[in-house]
């Protein structure tokens, strides 16, 4: 299922709460957030999301264990199906913000000047590898890194540190495909992660 407003990945993750479990909250968006935690939670479920300034009533919409540097962590997806205009106004405060820090980090890493921002956070995900995952849009090719390793419906999801000629091969061989193919390729490319995850 595809995600109806996109999410920006925080560059410190921050800490909050769904209903009475502590939470880090590692992406936000106008329609949801992405966060980790310690125990289950069933799809469907209903509870209060809180971080910083917001609080807002929000409906699990996936919840996955992966593997942790020590154990095994849960990363879940919620949206917000009835959020207010307060509460709009300060999630767009927040992607505004974030979205500006990136800009001026990005800006700063080309300069080749270190920003104190630009140290490794204070608060990290506790999962142990990250991927990159390669969505086809009418765009053209999206890719970004993230925790999940799950295959997307409309592209394909590797280890993180994939040589950029081998992530040409794929999207190239991923736009000639069929969708048999296309299949077996993301087949494939969770076989190699399970690899990495075994490892």
Request: proline fraction near 6%; charged fraction near 25%; include cysteine.
């Amino acid at each position: 299922m595809l995600r109806q407003t996109p999410r920006v990945i925080l560059r410190n993750p921050r800490r909050g709460r769904f209903g009475d479990e502590e939470i880090l909250v590692l992406e936000m968006g106008l329609g949801g957030a992405k966060f980790e935690h310690s125990s289950r939670l069933d799809v469907g479920r209903l509870g209060t999301f809180s971080c910083g300034p917001l609080t807002a009533e929000a409906a699990v919409k996936h919840s996955v264990l992966l593997p942790a540097k020590t154990g095994v962590v849960y990363q879940s997806g919620v949206s917000f199906p009835n959020i207010g205009k307060a509460e709009h106004e300060l999630l767009l405060d927040l992607l505004v913000h974030e979205a500006q820090e990136q800009v001026i980090e990005w800006e700063s890493n080309l300069q080749g000047v270190e920003r104190p921002s630009s140290r490794r956070p204070a608060r990290q995900s506790a999962v142990k590898l990250r991927f990159l995952a390669l969505r086809r849009t009418p765009r053209g090719w999206e890719q970004r890194i993230t925790s999940d390793p799950n295959q997307p419906p409309d592209g394909i999801t590797v280890v993180e540190g994939t040589a950029e000629p081998d992530v040409v091969v794929l999207k190239e061989t991923y736009d000639t495909a069929d969708d048999a193919m296309r299949e077996l390729m993301r087949r494939v490319a969770t076989v190699a992660i399970l690899e990495q995850l075994r490892g």
